[in-house]
Protein backbone atom coordinates (compact mmCIF):
# COMPACT_ATOMS: atom_id res chain seq x y z
CA UNK A 1 0.00 0.00 0.00
CA UNK A 2 1.25 3.86 -0.94
CA UNK A 3 1.06 5.87 2.77
CA UNK A 4 -1.62 9.03 1.89
CA UNK A 5 -3.29 7.03 -1.57
CA UNK A 6 -6.22 8.21 -1.87
CA UNK A 7 -8.71 5.00 -1.16
CA UNK A 8 -12.59 5.59 -2.82
CA UNK A 9 -14.85 2.83 -1.44
CA UNK A 10 -17.33 1.35 -4.73
CA UNK A 11 -20.98 0.18 -4.73
CA UNK A 12 -22.24 -1.65 -7.36
CA UNK A 13 -25.18 0.07 -9.09
CA UNK A 14 -26.56 -2.00 -12.10
CA UNK A 15 -23.41 -2.64 -13.94
CA UNK A 16 -21.16 0.21 -13.01
CA UNK A 17 -19.23 1.00 -9.70
CA UNK A 18 -20.08 4.47 -7.93
CA UNK A 19 -17.89 5.89 -5.72
CA UNK A 20 -19.55 6.40 -1.97
CA UNK A 21 -16.99 6.95 0.08
CA UNK A 22 -13.23 7.88 0.41
CA UNK A 23 -10.23 7.36 2.79
CA UNK A 24 -6.74 7.87 3.02
CA UNK A 25 -4.16 4.76 3.41
CA UNK A 26 -2.31 5.23 7.04
CA UNK A 27 1.09 4.82 7.98
CA UNK A 28 0.42 1.10 8.83
CA UNK A 29 -0.57 0.45 5.44
CA UNK A 30 -5.04 0.38 6.11
CA UNK A 31 -7.64 2.79 5.99
CA UNK A 32 -10.83 3.07 7.37
CA UNK A 33 -14.32 4.72 6.48
CA UNK A 34 -17.17 4.84 8.59
CA UNK A 35 -20.18 5.44 6.55
CA UNK A 36 -23.89 4.18 6.17
CA UNK A 37 -23.46 0.85 4.04
CA UNK A 38 -27.38 -0.71 2.70
CA UNK A 39 -27.18 -4.29 1.28
CA UNK A 40 -25.44 -4.29 -2.07
CA UNK A 41 -21.92 -5.46 -3.58
CA UNK A 42 -18.95 -3.16 -2.41
CA UNK A 43 -15.53 -3.14 -2.63
CA UNK A 44 -12.37 -0.38 -2.41
CA UNK A 45 -9.93 0.96 -5.47
CA UNK A 46 -7.19 3.22 -5.19
CA UNK A 47 -7.22 4.97 -8.52
CA UNK A 48 -4.03 6.89 -8.90
CA UNK A 49 -1.62 4.81 -6.20
CA UNK A 50 1.90 6.80 -7.53
CA UNK A 51 5.54 5.87 -7.51
CA UNK A 52 5.04 3.81 -10.85
CA UNK A 53 2.39 1.87 -9.44
CA UNK A 54 -1.11 0.95 -11.72
CA UNK A 55 -4.37 1.49 -10.39
CA UNK A 56 -5.69 -1.38 -7.98
CA UNK A 57 -9.06 -3.14 -6.60
CA UNK A 58 -10.08 -4.93 -3.77
CA UNK A 59 -12.23 -8.07 -3.72
CA UNK A 60 -15.63 -7.94 -3.70
CA UNK A 61 -17.73 -7.51 -0.23
CA UNK A 62 -21.04 -8.19 -0.16
CA UNK A 63 -23.57 -6.80 2.57
CA UNK A 64 -26.57 -8.73 3.16
CA UNK A 65 -30.13 -7.45 4.45
Excluded: K
Aim: proline share 6%; net charge positive; charged share 15%.
Amino acid sequence: AVIGAAVEIQRLSGRAWRTVGQATVAEAGVFSAAMHVPPGSYRARIPTPGRGLVAGTSQTLTVGR
